[in-house]
Nanobody, 122 residues
Framework: QAQLVESGGGLVQPGGSLRLSCAAS????????MGWYRQAPGKQRELVAV???????NYADSVKDRFTIFRDNAEKMVYLQMNNLKPEDTAVYYC????????????????WGQGTAVTVSS
């Protein structure tokens, strides 16, 4: 099991920046993918960014070149640096851990944090 705790959300003006943090209760070094998702009011949860065990990163088209995900295995932390924020980035942001890599494959974790709210408004 893994508990994830997000922090860093808040109110920011358009064009501003925020850094979200996700603290894990266990080692994340063997977790396949650590990701950030978001859910805006009235919309479905969507993937924002993911950092894989192998070091690859992937981003939603809407945040490419503005957001950066960083995974610090030693500190059991995952960060999401968000620059040039837009009103459409307003959402609750969630941290997610998918599965733990083992020799035979990947043991499911599907762990979610409680979310941190980001509001982009002037």
């Amino acid at each position: 099991q893994a508990q994830l705790v997000e922090s860093g959300g808040g109110l920011v003006q358009p064009g501003g920046s925020l850094r979200l943090s996700c603290a894990a209760s266990r080692s994340i070094s063997s977790i396949n993918a650590m990701g950030w998702y978001r859910q805006a009011p009235g919309k479905q949860r969507e993937l924002v960014a993911v950092a894989t065990y192998s070091g690859r990163t992937n981003y939603a088209d809407s945040v490419k070149d503005r957001f950066t995900i960083f995974r610090d295995n030693a500190e059991k932390m995952v960060y999401l640096q968000m620059n040039n924020l837009k009103p459409e980035d307003t959402a609750v942001y969630y941290c997610h851990a998918d599965c733990v890599i083992i020799i035979e494959g990947c043991n499911p974790l599907d762990a979610w944090g409680q979310g941190t709210a980001v509001t982009v408004s002037s």
